[in-house]
Every structure is written in structure tokens, then in C-alpha cells.
């Protein structure tokens, strides 16, 4: 048993808000390197079940172009405005 279609998108949704909060949260905390570093991490670590929810959603879909945008869509956008 596993995710519908939908309920993926909702995931790599929910999943992107998340990473870019995480690197917002790392960019407020400059002033604390160590702290900020930590955010930088988590949001880096959100990665890897990304790529195997990725994963998961090809094997359901097939490999459509929407279907990589569920979990990696707008990626260069959120380290762009958060670099």
C-alpha cells in the first residue's frame, strides 16, 4: 500500500514549504553560525526521502515531467532566494 497521486502531491508539497522554512530559518540565524548551520542541515536532509518518494511516485506514474516537479519542482528557485 502506498500514496495516491494525490496524496503525493500534497506530500512534495508540504515537503518544499518545509525545506524552504528550514532555509529561511538558516538565513535569519547568520548571526549564530553553528545555529544557522544546523538549519542548513535539516533542510539538506529533507533531500534524500524526497529522492525515494521521487522514487516511488515514477514506479506509479511513469516518468512524466510533472511527476519530477512533485518533489523537486522550483529547487533552484528556493536556494536562489535563500542564498
Do not use: C
Not at 530559518?25 to 548571526?31: E, F, H, L, N, Q
Amino acid at each position: 500500500m502506498g500514496l495516491t497521486l494525490a496524496e503525493h502531491r500534497e506530500l512534495g508539497a508540504t515537503l518544499k514549504e518545509a525545506r524552504r522554512l528550514l532555509l529561511e530559518a538558516a538565513a535569519m540565524s547568520r548571526g549564530y553560525p553553528n545555529l544557522s548551520r544546523q538549519f542548513y542541515d535539516l533542510a539538506d536532509a529533507t533531500m534524500s526521502p524526497r529522492a525515494e518518494l521521487e522514487r516511488r511516485l515514477i514506479a506509479l506514474a511513469g516518468d512524466e515531467q510533472w511527476v519530477r516537479e512533485v518533489y523537486f519542482g522550483n529547487l533552484a528557485s528556493e536556494e536562489i532566494e535563500n542564498a
